[in-house]
C-alpha cells in the first residue's frame, strides 16, 4: 500500500517534546529545521533526514520536558564524579537504574550513554535485563563499552560487547545461575575499565529488570554489590525506594526519580514481538542494514548440547554435600532429540566442560531441523560453518521459529 504522508511542521520550542508512533509501512522522515534537539539523548543534525520505520517509536525532546530534567541532572553529577576519578585516577561513577516493568529504565540507561559519549567519555552499558535486553538477544546479560552516542535510527553501536549465556526471559527461572552470572559480569567489567583508562574514569550504567519483589529484589540487591555501584536510581516506586534505602550501604547514594508520562506500557504481545524481533535482528539486521546468515548440518558428534541447572529437586533427594544453588548452577548434558527444534543456542567459548559456566558466547544459533536417522541437526547461524566452538548452551525458554519470520512484522 503506497502512504503519501502530509509534511508536517511542528514547533518544539512551544511544546519540548514530540512523540509517534510509526503505524505505517512507508517509513516516516523527520527533519530537524531550526534549534536543537534530541531523540533518547542523541542530538538530531540539523538538515539532516532520519527514518523511521514501522513500529517504532520516537520521542524528540528539547531539553524541558520535566523529568528529562531531572534525567539530565543526574548526568551532570555523574559528570562531576567522572573528572574527579580523571583527576584522582580512581574508578569513574557506576550507576544503578531500578524499578518496575515499563518505567523508563532502558531508556534512561540509553540517554546517560549518550550525553557520555558526546562528551567523548567511554562508559560501559550493563543490561542485567533477560527478558528485554538491549545489548543482544533474550536469554542472556551482558556488558559494552560505549563509544559512541546511540544511532538514533539504529540503536546501540557495539563492538565486541561481553554477552553471557543465562537461557531462560526471567531471572525467576534460575535465580541461583543469575546471580553468578551477575558476579561473573561483575568481574569482568572491573577487568575491562581497569584496561582502559578513559573507560575507567567514565564509569558503568546498569540495566536490571522490572521484577522488584522477592527473588527479583534480591538480585537487585546482588547486582548492587557485586558491581560496588555508588548510585542506584529508582524509577517511579516509593516501596522499592525505601527498601533499597533501608539495605543499601551508607556510602551509596539512592535516589528515587519519577518516571517521563511518554514511557508506553507494553503488553505481553508486544514484549513478545520485540523478542522475536530481536532475534530476528541478530541473523538477519534491520531494514537499513540487512545481514545474511547461514544454515550448515553438523553431525551430532561434532558438537555436545549442554544446558545449565539440574531439575527442581528438593533438598532432600540431593546428593550429600551439594546444596539447590549448586544443583542449579551445575552444567548437564543434553541428549540431541526433536525436543531440541527452534530451541537458540549460545555457541560457548568455553574449551572444556569445567570453564562453560565462566564462559561468554561467541554468537548464538537456532536449530532449524534435527534428522535422527542422519544424528544431525541443522542450524541457523550469523557465519558459515564450521562452528568455531564444539560446546552449544541450549536456552530452555527461547525459542525461534525462522519460518514463522515475516510474522513479526505483519502484527
Ligand atoms: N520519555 C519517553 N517518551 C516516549 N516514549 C518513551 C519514553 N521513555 C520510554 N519510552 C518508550 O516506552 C517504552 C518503555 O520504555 P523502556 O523500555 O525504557 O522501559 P523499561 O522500564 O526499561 O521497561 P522494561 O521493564 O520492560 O525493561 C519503550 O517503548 C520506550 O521507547
Ligand atoms: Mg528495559
Same mark, same amino acid.
Given at each position: 500500500?503506497? @502512504?503519501?504522508?502530509?509534511?508536517?511542521?511542528?514547533?518544539?520550542?512551544?511544546?519540548?517534546?514530540?512523540?509517534?508512533?510509526? +503505524?505505517?509501512?512507508?517509513?516516516?522522515?523527520?527533519?530537524?529545521? &531550526?534549534?536543537?534537539?534530541?531523540?533518547?539523548?542523541? +542530538?538530531?543534525?540539523?538538515?539532516?533526514?532520519?527514518?523511521?520505520?514501522? /513500529?517504532?517509536?520516537?520521542? @524528540?525532546?528539547?531539553?524541558?520536558?520535566?523529568?528529562?530534567?531531572?534525567?539530565?541532572?543526574?548526568?551532570?553529577?555523574?559528570?562531576?564524579?567522572?573528572?574527579?576519578?580523571?583527576?584522582?585516577?580512581?574508578?569513574?561513577?557506576?550507576?544503578?537504574?531500578?524499578?518496575?516493568?515499563?518505567?523508563?529504565?532502558? =531508556?534512561?540507561?540509553?540517554?546517560?550513554?549518550?550525553?557520555?559519549?558526546?562528551?567523548?567519555?567511554?562508559?560501559?552499558?550493563?543490561?542485567?535485563?533477560?527478558?528485554?535486553?538491549?545489548?543482544?538477544?533474550?536469554? #542472556?546479560?551482558?556488558?559494552?563499552?560505549?563509544? =559512541?552516542?546511540?544511532?538514533?535510527?539504529?540503536?546501540?553501536?557495539?563492538?565486541?560487547?561481553?554477552?553471557?549465556?543465562?537461557?531462560?526471559?526471567?531471572?525467576?527461572?534460575?535465580?541461583?545461575?543469575?546471580?553468578?552470572?551477575?558476579?561473573?559480569?561483575?568481574?569482568?567489567?572491573?577487568?575491562?575499565?581497569?584496561?582502559?583508562?578513559?573507560?575507567?574514569?567514565?564509569?558503568?550504567?546498569?540495566? #536490571?529488570?522490572?521484577?522488584?519483589?522477592? /527473588?527479583?529484589?534480591?538480585?537487585?540487591?546482588?547486582?548492587?554489590?557485586?558491581?560496588?555501584?555508588?548510585?542506584?536510581?529508582?524509577?517511579?516506586?516509593?516501596?522499592?525506594?525505601? +527498601?533499597?534505602?533501608?539495605?543499601?550501604?551508607?556510602?551509596?547514594?539512592?535516589?528515587?526519580?519519577?518516571?517521563?508520562?511518554?514511557?508506553?506500557?507494553?503488553?505481553?504481545?508486544?514484549?513478545? =514481538?520485540?523478542?522475536?524481533?530481536?532475534?530476528?535482528?541478530?541473523?538477519?539486521?534491520?531494514?537499513?542494514?540487512?545481514?545474511?546468515?547461514?544454515?550448515?548440518?553438523?553431525?551430532?558428534?561434532?558438537?555436545?548440547?549442554? %544446558?545449565?541447572?539440574?531439575?527442581?529437586?528438593?533438598?532432600?533427594?540431593?546428593?550429600?554435600?551439594?546444596?539447590?544453588?549448586?544443583?542449579? #548452577? %551445575?552444567?548437564?548434558?543434553?541428549?540431541?532429540?526433536?525436543?531440541?527444534?527452534?530451541?537458540?543456542?549460545? @555457541?560457548?567459548?568455553?574449551?572444556?566442560? %569445567? &570453564?562453560?559456566?565462566?564462559?561468554?558466547?561467541?554468537?548464538?544459533?537456532?536449530?532449524?531441523?534435527?534428522?535422527?536417522?542422519?544424528?544431525?541437526?541443522?542450524?541457523?547461524?550469523?557465519?558459515?560453518?564450521?562452528?568455531?566452538?564444539?560446546?552449544?548452551?541450549?536456552?530452555?525458554?527461547?525459542?525461534?521459529?525462522?519460518?514463522?519470520?515475516?510474522?513479526?512484522?505483519?502484527?
Amino acid at each position: 500500500m503506497d @502512504v503519501n504522508l502530509p509534511k508536517v511542521e511542528y514547533d518544539l520550542q512551544a511544546h519540548s517534546e514530540l512523540r509517534f508512533e510509526v +503505524e505505517v509501512n512507508e517509513p516516516i522522515q523527520l527533519e530537524l529545521l &531550526e534549534g536543537t534537539a534530541e531523540i533518547y539523548g542523541s +542530538e538530531l543534525v540539523k538538515g539532516c533526514v532520519y527514518k523511521f520505520y514501522r /513500529g517504532r517509536k520516537v520521542a @524528540v525532546f528539547t531539553a524541558k520536558e520535566t523529568p528529562m530534567v531531572l534525567y539530565v541532572n543526574v548526568h551532570a553529577g555523574l559528570e562531576q564524579m567522572r573528572d574527579q576519578a580523571a583527576e584522582q585516577k580512581s574508578r569513574g561513577p557506576r550507576i544503578m537504574l531500578a524499578g518496575p516493568t515499563d518505567v523508563g529504565k532502558s =531508556t534512561i540507561c540509553k540517554m546517560l550513554v549518550s550525553w557520555a559519549a558526546r562528551l567523548k567519555r567511554t562508559p560501559i552499558l550493563v543490561d542485567l535485563d533477560v527478558g528485554q535486553p538491549d545489548l543482544s538477544i533474550p536469554g #542472556t546479560i551482558g556488558a559494552s563499552v560505549i563509544e =559512541t552516542p546511540v544511532d538514533i535510527e539504529e540503536g546501540y553501536n557495539l563492538s565486541g560487547p561481553l554477552i553471557f549465556h543465562f537461557g531462560h526471559i526471567t531471572p525467576q527461572n534460575n535465580i541461583d545461575l543469575y546471580k553468578v552470572l551477575i558476579s561473573r559480569l561483575a568481574e569482568a567489567v572491573s577487568m575491562r575499565a581497569q584496561n582502559i583508562e578513559q573507560t575507567n574514569y567514565s564509569g558503568v550504567v546498569i540495566n #536490571t529488570c522490572g521484577w522488584v519483589r522477592d /527473588g527479583g529484589y534480591r538480585s537487585i540487591v546482588h547486582a548492587a554489590g557485586a558491581f560496588e555501584v555508588d548510585v542506584v536510581v529508582v524509577l517511579d516506586q516509593e516501596r522499592l525506594y525505601s +527498601e533499597l534505602l533501608r539495605d543499601m550501604p551508607e556510602f551509596v547514594k539512592v535516589i528515587m526519580l519519577q518516571k517521563s508520562g511518554g514511557v508506553v506500557e507494553r503488553t505481553r504481545t508486544v514484549r513478545e =514481538t520485540t523478542r522475536d524481533k530481536k532475534i530476528y535482528e541478530y541473523f538477519y539486521g534491520t531494514r537499513e542494514q540487512a545481514l545474511y546468515p547461514h544454515t550448515f548440518e553438523v553431525q551430532w558428534s561434532s558438537v555436545k548440547f549442554f %544446558k545449565i541447572g539440574g531439575p527442581d529437586l528438593p533438598e532432600s533427594m540431593l546428593p550429600v554435600g551439594i546444596t539447590l544453588a549448586d544443583n542449579k #548452577t %551445575k552444567v548437564v548434558s543434553v541428549t540431541p532429540s526433536r525436543n531440541l527444534m527452534y530451541h537458540v543456542c549460545s @555457541v560457548s567459548t568455553a574449551n572444556t566442560e %569445567k &570453564e562453560i559456566i565462566q564462559s561468554n558466547a561467541a554468537g548464538f544459533v537456532v536449530i532449524t531441523q534435527i534428522d535422527i536417522n542422519k544424528e544431525s541437526v541443522t542450524l541457523l547461524s550469523p557465519s558459515p560453518g564450521p562452528l568455531p566452538f564444539p560446546y552449544l548452551l541450549v536456552m530452555e525458554d527461547v525459542k525461534y521459529n525462522d519460518e514463522l519470520r515475516s510474522a513479526i512484522y505483519k502484527k
